[in-house]
């Protein structure tokens, strides 16, 4: 079954704001991946925390990890009309496949 | 100088066909994948390879089949395509280890009429 359920599924904001995207997931992981993916394109991966890591920091994201409640987010601050695209959490179990959930749409308008 | 390239980038072909996608990374990496991303965006691993050896096979038809020539190359070959195999098809590639990143190319995207 899926492991990771992300919400909201969709996200609207104005450029400036920041977003936050969360996810769920249901087993006990070896480390969480987000991935960007724009319209037509394939996945990029933006930032990795592994399951002993608490927050990590990237540019302008910061993600967070609670093994307790097995869920993270995604925070993108001061967004760009650029930042527009698909995000997906993908789990890492040690069972050597990455485990995606169905993404959250952000749409950032000028 | 792409890093993860995948041919063709669009496939529109007949039910009962069968066509292939090829896959080529150039960033010296020993481990490719396969994944069916469907139209509500969902995205699943078909194969894994590393070394040229398939290491996952995901419940897959056996209409799928992946040919690894080469470390650098992972084509997908489908027989008898029905309707339900419709999807974009992303090859991807990374070195070995869950905790490294995965290179995606642009995706196929598969279109069964």
Not at chain 1, 53 to 62: A, I
Not at chain 1, 84 to 104: D, E, M, R, V
Not at chain 2, 65 to 83: C, F, Q, R, T, V
Request: one cysteine or more; aromatic letters at 8%; proline letters at 3%.
């Amino acid at each position: 079954s899926q492991q990771g359920e992300e919400d909201p599924q969709a996200l609207s904001i104005q450029e400036g704001e920041n977003a936050t995207m969360n996810c769920s997931y249901k087993t006990s992981i070896n480390n969480l991946q987000w991935y960007r993916q724009n319209s037509g394109r394939g996945l990029v991966h933006l930032i990795l925390i592994r399951s002993n890591e608490r927050e990590k920091h990237s540019g302008r994201l910061r993600v967070t990890l609670d093994t307790s409640k097995k869920s993270s987010s995604l925070l993108i601050t001061a967004s760009r009309a650029a930042d527009t695209a698909s995000y997906f959490c993908a789990t890492w179990s040690g069972g050597g496949k990455l485990i995606f959930g169905q993404g959250t749409e952000l749409s950032v308008k000028p | 100088d792409t890093a993860v390239s995948q041919t063709p980038k669009y496939l529109v072909t007949q039910m009962g066909n069968d066509k292939s996608i090829k896959c080529e990374q150039n960033l010296g990496h020993d481990t490719m994948y396969w994944y069916k991303q469907d139209s509500k965006k969902f995205l699943k691993i078909m194969f894994s390879y590393n070394n040229k050896e398939l290491i996952i096979n995901e419940t897959v038809p056996n209409r799928f089949s992946p040919k690894s020539p080469d470390k650098a190359h992972l084509n997908l070959h489908i027989n008898s395509l029905e309707l339900g195999d419709s999807a974009v098809y992303f090859c991807a590639s990374s070195q070995a280890g869950g905790d490294q990143p995965q290179h995606f190319g642009d995706g196929t995207r598969l279109s069964i009429l």
